[in-house]
């Protein structure tokens, strides 16, 4: 399964996203959290936003990968390292705070494991296609190599009569040319 | 700019322009052609001295669409590999089913080991010995099922292996002929996109075959070669030649399969070379050059991924076969079997290494013991054998034994003498050549010992204290006083004797230090008729029996029966020359016993060495039986007769021809022999014989309880400590042992099918695909092994203490209970494709082939999908045709691995509070 069919038919994130924050609040989820996520107690809803968001940034970069648009990825990049940060403040304050586990729910828990369960099918998902994109990219870049040396390296006879490898001038390919 | 200049820029302009009005148009004709790659004319400004000079198409954009062609290609070759890989898995899984579900390996393998613990608890239940059968065969038919599939598969393999050498000869001729076409268009300055579109597709058909060398004419004709450098397409034609293999036995008995080879030929057809890509052999030994592609991927696993999980089932056949066998051979079923047929392909005159024991046991069909038929065994019945494999001899040396030195040791035994000599508690004293021929060596000399078999409830210690010979015309002409016969039993020579006054201890001094202990009974012969201790110890009291109460460096200490006097403390030890002190031979209580390990006599026959026959008189002595009783020994003589010049003696039994003094003789109420132990071959007819020996001829053992009026009875064997330990004596290298028992390793009792190729005609040993049930249990399940040999009760005194006669009971479930434990037994496992050796049971091993099997499966399946994505990224980015821009390659693959790393990233942050999390909830 694509994670963009799991993203687009995911009612537990978007479900879980919904539940817990308002919109406004998901907008300031992009702006660092500031007044959004309390690091000083931790909360199951916290986790449940932070995660469900997670997995649609990593849905998303999913989905451009495979379509190719490479560059849209690298808007991504900001928030997936600012939710995973935020994901690790809480794993940090976690064990110092007693009061977590006495304020869980049932509900909450069920939730949080659904989403933690889509979480891991999506963040698979991105991570073959993040690798895919990678050993292609080192294909192509392998491909020009390849040219360049042989376009630039010619072999010719010197002055003494050997075969020698003598490098010709650059190619235009150099000069960014669309080819 | 010149007007040549000018018009010819134009000019230059107006042919990119025409170019790319027919590309579009091809490109709009061809959108739904598979394999159709959309074209592009790129331009690139063309330069005169730094002028402007128009367009040209640039050539460098094929080029680098060339080397992602090429990446593509290898890719094609990688993904038709693994696919072919992962799809062959996901059939051997299939095939060998999930642990614990119905129709898995271990499904049967439990079902039989639970029929069999069933047996266990009511071994003569008829129902029961017919469901283990029937669970036995079920297991060695599905696991016979899936190696024949396993190799089915693997011909399977070599059949598409075939398919996929015609597919790619029609494509070497298709790029012959597009190479001629594409050098006539370059030639004529035609349009040659189509043909190239044609020939990638042609290149890309082959490489999903085998792994390809591309290399690209100017013109864009191409030239391919094998990953090895053998030529596809040149100048000249290339076709592969491979010959299949024409069915599945090829495979089943391990047939050397035929090369794939790539054939050139020269203008006129005629053949000039061929090269091996795949070599000829079998299974692993076959080579390679191939890397990737369908072909190899299939050649992977017709000689070795098939061949290996074969090996696997194979091994683990073996092991359950093995492993039931051992112990099966171990009993019997009940009523025993009247015939135990061998299915090992023995040569009768091939010597291994043996050791310890085993039983034979001769008995009615009620499993009671035959009546023997001498009087003076009516309390203990028919006296079984015991087969000493330590001691026996066949001329090469103790324990060095052929098959028909254990053929003559059966018949000797069952082959129930006319008359038996006892005394006191030996109930047969049998003389034993050991020589093969009588007379023997250059000066004529006959060497023998004692068969000593004992049926009372004590040990028995005898000596041997004359012997003499006498010819045809009664003349002695030798005796063991004159040195004509000698002894080599082991004796020590006596230098003096110490005595202590009024005491009855005597130190005795031997020149070398004996090889006594405290508490051993030995025997000094009269060391001459004069006394010592100042006259006080006669020589007489020094003679015969006395316990050795100390042991002290050479010499050791005993008691007399009278104290020596008139001595005083230090007294010189009187010298008595050297004498002889002899160990006895000890029979223990129901042994049999050969007195060769305590000595051997040798008879120098030279006073007559032309004697017909001569009588050989032995006096033995045994001491009372009884510890406690102070009775004497008794003594008697025994005369056997040896008939000179004779061939085949060895081991020969020779029977009391005379008696005197104590001995007592009795004879059979009639001639019997109650096994025929014989040679025969696969039809079951036994080998014929010459001067009692079947020579060099091969056969297989057969041993038949029956009479020589008819009667049947019935034969159980107890394999005891008995061992085949292979061939080490004079055998260089060694062969290895098979570590089985007597009846095991004469197969005289499986109940799985040996798969031993001389036994069974298969040409191949110990495969899963042979693996059966042996006939005759699944034509008579109560012959299946339940059971084991006990000591009988006294046939005509059931109260009486049972003496070493053997029976079989009924209800005895020894055997079914050792069976039904085989399952969760800890067995060995040699190594086996890709498979550690290990111990573990059985169903340890089932669990670690198919957990080989599911891992290699699901790796096959991850390489397939990840080849795939990686094969439509390629595809991807090359159906993009954007052009190749170096600097945002680069800018991407910085993208990349940032991206990358914020992934790691967040799986191991995640990963953590999840484990953090759950741990919390749990």
Redesign the interface.
Known sequence: MSSHVIIKNSAVIDGALATNREQDQLDALEQGFKGVINFEQVRVED?ITL?AR?AQV?AA?ADFLEK?Q?GK??D??KE??ML?NA??L??KQ??QDES??ST?EAEQ?QS?KEV?TV?NVI?EE???????????????????T??VR??TQQDAYDDKGKMNSAASES????L???? | MSLFLALNTALSGLNVNQAALSVVSNNIANANTPGYSRQVLDQSALLVDGVGAGARIDAISRKIDVYLERSIQRETSNVSMAEKTADYYERIQIMLGEPGLDNSIDEYTQSFFNSLQDLAESPDKVSFQASVINTAEVLARELSGIATSLEDLRLQADADINEGVAAVNAELAHLDALNVAIERASVLNLPTAGLFDQRDNAIEKVASYLNVSIYYKPSGAVNLFTSSGVPLVDDAPHRLAYTPASGLNEFVNDKALNPLQVVSFDERGNETRRDDIISAGVEHAIDTSLTGGSIEGLRELRDEILPDILAQMDELAAGIRDAVNAVHNAGSGYPPAEELSGTRLVTADEAFDWSGTARIVVMNADGSPVDSPYSSESHTGLRPLTLNFDTLDAGLGEGVLTAQAIINEINNHFNAPPVKAGLNNLNNIQLVSNNNALPAGSSPSFNFDLDLENISNFGSEVWVTDVSIADDTAAVIGTSATGEVTNTAPAYTISSFDFTNASRAVTVNTTTPPDVAVGDRIYLNNPGGVSYAAGTVAAAQLEGFFTVTAVNGNSFEININAAAGATSAGEAPVTVGAQALSEYIEVDAGEKTRSKANGTFTADLSGNAASTYYDVTVTVRTFNPDPDSTQAYQSGTITYRVYNNEQGLRNDRYDAFGASGATVLSSPASPHQYIFATLVDANGVELSETNGSYGNQSGYLQLTAHDLSGQEFAVVIDEGTSKQEGKVTDQVPPIKGTNRGFSHYFELNNLFASNNPDATGDAKSGSAINLAVERRLLDNPSLISTGSLELSNQPNDPDAPRLYTYERYIGNNSIAQRLAAVGTDQQSFAGAGGLPDSSQNINGYIGEVLAFVATQTVTAKSSFTDATLLFDGLVSRADAITGVNLDEELANTTLYQSAYSASAQVISTTNDLFDALFSIFN
């Open positions: 986790i995660t997670l990593l970069e190719m490479v990825i690298a991504l990049q997936k390292i995973t994901l690790a809480i794993k976690l064990p977590f586990l869980l828990v949080l933690i979480f963040l991105n991570y073959t296609r993040l690798n895919t994109a990678r050993m292609v990219n080192q294909r192509v870049v392998e491909a020009v390849e040219v042989e376009h190619m235009p390919i150099s960014n040319k669309k080819i």
